[in-house]
């Protein structure tokens, strides 16, 4: 069992950054593909950016450039740094976790995973 809580939403200005945490707790951290997702009013949630136990990111492409996934296993935290937002940015941010196997390269969670209850960002034009 993980248990997993974001926060750093915001709402802010286009063009603006803001800083997401994601902090987890219930089982060995540093294992685990950590991935962050969104979603806005109306649509599916989709897949923003992941990093692996070793430390590999991807992300979507349309995030590349503008944001940044890191994570801390010291402090059992992963951080989703995002810059030149848009108003299309605007939704829930997920934070979800993946025990192996997982695939780091295409941020494919083979098991179950788990996730946070979600950190709004807005964002205005």
């Known amino acids: 069992q993980v248990q997993l809580v974001e926060s750093g939403g915001d709402l802010v200005q286009a063009g603006g950054s803001l800083r997401l945490s994601c902090a987890a707790s219930?089982?060995?951290?540093?294992?685990?593909?950590m991935r962050w997702f969104r979603q806005a009013p109306g649509k599916q949630r989709e897949l923003v950016a992941g990093?692996?136990?070793?430390?590999?990111?991807n992300y979507a492409n349309s995030m590349k450039g503008r944001f940044t996934i890191s994570r801390d296993n010291a402090k059992n935290t992963v951080y989703l740094q995002m810059n030149k937002l848009k108003p299309e940015d605007t939704a829930v941010y997920y934070c979800n976790a993946c025990p192996r196997p997982y695939y780091s390269d295409s941020l494919g969670c083979v098991g179950s995973a788990y996730w946070g209850q979600g950190t709004q960002v807005t964002v205005s034009s």
């Open positions: 219930g089982s060995p951290f540093s294992s685990n593909l």
């Open positions: 990093v692996s136990s070793g430390g590999s990111t």
